[in-house]
């Protein structure tokens, strides 16, 4: 891969474009003041351990916070204004990065005075989403764990509530798309205890979203051990659902996530041939994190029948977030999701499936990776 980048992109190739997000994504920006505008966030599930930017006038998540951003070629400063930041390449200035703004939501609070920026935080520009369970039935040990995931930092850091009710995120969504036009929902949980494996409270926290605002819900869970309860998120009101594989080979899984491993990757594929039954072509997907050890042909492989059967494999550079078992553990090289996301947009591209077609969620928001600027190259 070509590495050397122009000195001024105000106006890149499309293909230099989705080589910068890449490289910006796996190797992360060192960021000069980490605490100055715009949205950050450390810890948690979700994109954590980043900073939403603007460049070229797509918001995209890049790591700051991460081993590896303190290494990076890519470094940000803050200009005077504090309005924008110059993005550098090893010290030479190359673009102008703008912030998503402080949503006017955040500075409300509930009547028992829980800040809503607690329940719910904006993701990108134009999407809310949510913890719901802020626990898991797998989290903190280590013979269970996902070893890449934070969620419970963010709870012990006393930035988020354990369990956020329904009429808490229907008040808070209902002001995130009145005060700030937001235009859909992301509903992720721990998984608990229950053979539900979160759906229920997807659910009733889906139910109540709908009662008070119509907005796009997208939900996030492990397949529940009763496939019906698929059916029953739908007639809560959610529109797309996120089941997620996170890596698809079964030697990687049981490597890196023990716990979730336990329900197979054929267990997986039952449960999308229903959700695609339930919620549609396209509007079922799965995050797959590039970097955890699968090979290329593996991903690929794992798109392809994805993709057959309807959902959509929004593929994400891993990323080694701090206080996890893989903080210490190298990003994915940006040569290997450059090859592994070329060829997946080719691959939605000629099903005709694109990120812009999903009523709401990851795949439609596209800011944790450089897919959806590919679709628009290879359409």
Same mark, same amino acid.
């Given at each position: 891969?070509?590495?050397?980048?122009?000195?001024?992109?105000?106006?890149?190739?499309?293909?230099?474009?989705?080589?910068?997000?890449?490289?910006?994504?796996?190797?992360?920006?060192?960021?000069?003041?980490?605490?100055?505008?715009?949205?950050?966030?450390?810890?948690?599930?979700?994109?954590?351990?980043?900073?939403?930017?603007?460049?070229?006038?797509?918001?995209?998540?890049?790591?700051?916070?991460?081993?590896?951003?303190?290494?990076?070629?890519?470094?940000?400063?803050?200009?005077?204004?504090?309005?924008?930041?110059?993005?550098?390449?090893?010290?030479?200035?190359?673009?102008?990065?703008?912030?998503?703004?402080?949503?006017?939501?955040?500075?409300?609070?509930?009547?028992?005075?829980?800040?809503?920026?607690?329940?719910?935080?904006? *993701?990108?520009?134009?999407?809310?989403?949510?913890?719901?369970?802020?626990?898991?039935?797998?989290?903190?040990?280590?013979?269970?764990?996902?070893?890449?995931?934070?969620?419970?930092?963010?709870?012990?850091?006393?930035?988020?509530?354990?369990?956020?009710?329904?009429?808490?995120?229907?008040?808070?969504? *209902?002001?995130?798309?009145?005060?700030?036009?937001?235009?859909?929902?992301?509903?992720?949980?721990?998984?608990?205890?229950?053979?539900?494996?979160?759906?229920?409270?997807?659910?009733?926290?889906?139910?109540?979203?709908?009662?008070?605002?119509?907005?796009?819900?997208?939900?996030?869970?492990?397949?529940?051990?009763?496939?019906?309860?698929?059916?029953?998120?739908?007639?809560?009101?959610?529109?797309?659902?996120?089941?997620?594989?996170?890596?698809?080979?079964?030697?990687?899984?049981?490597?890196?996530?023990?716990?979730?491993?336990?329900?197979?990757?054929?267990?997986?594929?039952?449960?999308?041939?229903?959700?695609?039954?339930?919620?549609?072509?396209?509007?079922?997907?799965?995050?797959?994190?590039?970097?955890?050890?699968?090979?290329?042909?593996?991903?690929?492989?794992?798109?392809?029948?994805?993709?057959?059967?309807?959902?959509?494999?929004?593929?994400?550079?891993?990323?080694?977030?701090?206080?996890?078992?893989?903080?210490?553990?190298?990003?994915?090289?940006?040569?290997?999701?450059?090859?592994?996301?070329?060829?997946?947009?080719?691959?939605?591209?000629?099903?005709?499936?694109?990120?812009?077609?999903?009523?709401?969620?990851?795949?439609?928001?596209?800011?944790?990776?450089?897919?959806?600027?590919?679709?628009?190259?290879?359409?």
């Amino acid at each position: 891969m070509n590495r050397t980048l122009p000195l001024v992109l105000t106006a890149p190739p499309a293909l230099r474009w989705t080589e910068l997000i890449a490289e910006l994504q796996a190797y992360g920006v060192c960021w000069v003041d980490p605490d100055g505008p715009g949205l950050s966030r450390s810890g948690g599930a979700g994109p954590s351990d980043h900073k939403a930017v603007t460049v070229h006038g797509q918001t995209i998540m890049v790591p700051i916070f991460t081993h590896a951003a303190g290494r990076s070629p890519y470094s940000a400063e803050v200009t005077a204004g504090r309005a924008t930041a110059t993005l550098r390449r090893d010290g030479v200035p190359i673009a102008q990065l703008t912030f998503p703004r402080t949503p006017r939501f955040y500075a409300c609070s509930t009547a028992d005075g829980v800040p809503y920026w607690k329940i719910a935080r904006l *993701h990108a520009d134009d999407v809310v989403a949510t913890t719901v369970l802020q626990t898991c039935v797998r989290y903190g040990r280590r013979e269970t764990s996902c070893q890449f995931c934070a969620i419970g930092q963010s709870l012990a850091s006393k930035s988020t509530i354990a369990e956020k009710l329904p009429e808490q995120l229907a008040e808070v969504v *209902h002001a995130a798309v009145v005060l700030d036009r937001v235009k859909h929902v992301v509903l992720t949980t721990g998984t608990p205890h229950t053979d539900d494996r979160g759906a229920k409270v997807l659910s009733e926290a889906a139910r109540a979203i709908r009662a008070t605002v119509a907005i796009p819900i997208q939900a996030q869970c492990e397949p529940p051990a009763d496939l019906a309860w698929l059916d029953r998120m739908a007639l809560a009101g959610v529109d797309t659902l996120g089941m997620h594989l996170e890596a698809v080979t079964e030697d990687v899984r049981r490597r890196i996530m023990p716990g979730k491993a336990e329900v197979p990757v054929t267990a997986y594929f039952r449960a999308f041939r229903h959700a695609v039954d339930v919620f549609g072509r396209g509007q079922v997907s799965t995050y797959i994190l590039a970097g955890l050890g699968d090979s290329q042909d593996a991903i690929l492989a794992a798109c392809r029948e994805l993709v057959a059967i309807g959902v959509y494999p929004f593929v994400v550079p891993f990323v080694p977030i701090g206080g996890t078992p893989l903080e210490d553990e190298p990003p994915p090289a940006p040569a290997f999701l450059e090859s592994v996301l070329t060829d997946l947009a080719h691959l939605l591209a000629a099903a005709g499936m694109r990120s812009d077609a999903i009523k709401a969620g990851c795949g439609r928001c596209g800011a944790c990776s450089s897919l959806r600027a590919r679709e628009v190259l290879h359409a």
